[in-house]
């Protein structure tokens, strides 16, 4: 067992050599655990022992052996709530008197009920009773009437179970902000990897009965005692299973990585052969096999931007060092100031189904008006407020979904329609206008267009990659006018060529796999890779560029680090934000950023799902 703990901690409970038994055996075996306040969350298979665990807790069963204190409980107010995964509700009560009956009398004056029913999609549903429900609504119950509690601490056996995911992360924001604001305590179980590492900062891993982890979520993704442990928090990459000859940086590598510390990349001299691919949408799974050698066949997981691996090919493996050093602090990177944000507003696009979609790309129109390109291929439309006014889908994307976005000085909305090598330009409402572009390496043809942006003088630049990166610069009308890059590595060439601004006459080009944006002028000559001049601009994967409103500071998402960097028009940086990561103030894989009148910044948190608005 591995526990870890901080005595200054406030502790919850303290658990010692505590058993429990039933019928057919044992349920949990020798458990010696320490809760602290805060949020903790509790994994384990089905059978692991998380409800037994829960069930001691509140006292609604006890141990056959063993001690279980509550510590640092009050005499005052209620100490503890408890959502059992039979939830517990009450038929004779209506849907509103459930929150009313445990609201504490002190609280009425400045609680509303009604405002909790409001915030989980309950208050039309007021007067209706238990009986009533379908399980979502009864789940969501169940979790409105602990919180109105406000008990100090709250137990819930796997919450919202019966809610479709898509309104998880809407939900659980209710739940972190109205107990954060009470500093009322969490312990809850959960299978969802990803839940608990947005939610949870403590987690207890149950295998068999027996705690095999007790410690801080953020220790056990990033450097875990081994793999199976690892894997309650996701997939992980045991490296002692890859040949070293295969790996490139091999004396410096780990045992364990993420997938997102790890790429497997296209290489005709590569050590491995491709023998199986499964791509989720996120996380990429490859089966690999070594010189024809069925016994050295690792499997690893990692993010690629799309799946693009097949069987046969043969590839080697890069482990991303950089962001290594950012994870285990090794002093890789130098101490940028911290950007500040007075607030951070997220919220996840609509549910296709009972899929959540991805967000990739932003930009901003007239009025602050925010236009958001998704992994569902549609066109999202937000007004300042947040709030969805319009949306459309792209006239095609089964086989692949759009990239970047522009509003043009005419009202229309040109979208670089990746996969379908053009760019779609659309009206306000999303009737197609016209197309620019077709498959190709010519003049006026794409392969992957995945930015557009435009100049004053209304001319469209069009950045692309797949053996054809470059950008392209075009008239208003759609007259092809200059091209420049090519792909490479040297000084104005790319590696898949992504977001691209354009400021006083120059283009700003997000070079992605070199790591560095590169400047031109707008007529194509190469001048600068950004932050030469003020000795050198450490970027990981930047995928994005954006300007704020005064013309002077650029905006970097950096899909490989997890974080926005900022910097002004020399490359000078001017402070970071963000790591990778699923809880608030971190962003996995983010695609896009863009910048709005008030200098509010907007994140396509691609990996976790969310648009994340940054307010000065």
């Not at 690892?230 to 070293?244: E, F, H, I, M, T």
């Not at 940028?336 to 932003?362: H, I």
């Not at 190709?440 to 992957?448: R, T, V």
């Not at 300007?547 to 002004?568: C, F, M, P, S, W």
């Amino acid at each position: 067992m591995t526990t870890h703990s901080s005595q200054s901690e406030s502790l919850l409970w303290s658990l010692t050599d505590v058993s429990l038994n039933w019928a057919s055996g044992t349920r949990l075996t020798e458990v010696n655990l320490e809760i602290p306040a805060g949020v903790t969350a509790v994994m384990g298979y089905s059978g692991a022992g998380k409800t037994s665990l829960l069930n001691l807790l509140v006292k609604f069963e006890r141990p056959d052996r063993g001690t279980v204190l509550r510590t640092g409980s009050a005499d005052d107010g209620l100490d503890l709530f408890w959502v059992p995964h039979t939830l517990g509700l009450w038929p004779q009560y209506s849907v509103l008197e459930h929150l009313t009956l445990v609201c504490p009398q002190a609280e009425l004056h400045q609680f509303s009920p009604e405002s909790l029913l409001d915030q989980f999609n309950l208050k039309p549903l007021a007067a209706k009773y238990p009986g009533q429900l379908s399980q979502g609504e009864a789940s969501r119950l169940a979790v409105a009437r602990a919180l109105a509690s406000h008990a100090r601490v709250i137990v819930m056996d796997e919450p919202l179970v019966h809610v479709d995911q898509a309104h998880w992360p809407a939900y659980w924001k209710v739940i972190r902000e109205f107990c954060q604001e009470r500093q009322i305590s969490l312990v809850f179980s959960s299978h969802s990897p990803e839940l608990v590492l947005r939610e949870a900062t403590h987690v207890v891993c149950l295998e068999q009965g027996r705690i095999v982890y007790a410690g801080d979520v953020n220790e056990l993704y990033h450097d875990p005692p081994d793999c199976q442990i690892a894997g309650y928090l996701g997939p992980v990459n045991d490296l002692s299973k890859v040949d070293r000859q295969a790996m490139t940086d091999n004396e410096k590598s780990p045992r364990f990585t993420r997938p997102e510390q790890l790429s497997i990349v296209s290489d005709d001299q590569g050590f491995y052969e491709v023998q199986d691919v499964k791509f989720s949408g996120s996380v990429e799974e490859v089966t690999l096999i070594g010189d024809g050698n069925p016994q050295t066949s690792p499997t690893l997981f990692h993010r690629p931007a799309r799946s693009r691996l097949r069987k046969g090919e043969r590839v080697s493996i890069r482990l991303l060092l950089l962001f290594l050093c950012v994870l285990f602090q090794t002093g890789c990177i130098d101490d940028a100031p911290q950007l500040t944000f007075s607030e951070t507003v997220q919220w996840p696009v609509p549910a296709e189904g009972l899929k959540v979609p991805a967000p990739r790309s932003l930009n901003v129109g007239p009025g602050d008006e925010l236009y958001v390109l998704d992994n569902a291929g549609r066109v999202l439309v937000y007004n300042s407020d947040n709030d969805l006014v319009r949306q459309w889908e792209m006239p095609d994307f089964e086989i692949g979904k759009p990239e970047g976005i522009c509003l043009l000085r005419n009202g229309q909305i040109a979208v670089a329609d990746t996969h379908y090598h053009r760019v779609v330009f659309f009206d306000q409402h999303g009737k197609v206008l016209k197309y620019l572009g077709e498959l190709g390496e010519g003049p006026g043809q794409f392969i992957y267009p995945v930015s557009v942006v435009q100049d004053p003088a209304g001319n469209i630049y069009v950045s692309e990659y797949g053996d054809n990166d470059r950008v392209q610069k075009f008239s208003e009308q759609g007259e092809f006018l200059l091209e420049f890059g090519s792909v490479g590595t040297a000084p104005g060439e790319f590696q898949r060529a992504a977001g691209i601004i354009w400021h006083d006459g120059k283009i700003y080009v997000s070079d992605a796999v070199n790591n560095r944006i590169q400047v031109f002028s707008d007529e194509g000559q190469f001048l600068e890779v950004l932050g030469t001049k003020t000795g050198g601009l450490s970027l990981y994967y930047p995928y994005d560029i954006a300007i704020d409103r005064h013309h002077n500071q650029l905006y970097i998402v950096e899909y490989g680090a997890g974080r926005i960097t900022k910097t002004d028009l020399s490359g000078r940086v001017l402070g970071v934000y963000g790591k990778t990561g699923m809880n608030q103030g971190e962003f996995l894989t983010p695609w896009g950023l863009t910048v709005n009148s008030k200098d509010q910044v907007y994140v396509a948190d691609t990996g976790n799902r969310l648009i994340v608005k940054l307010i000065p």
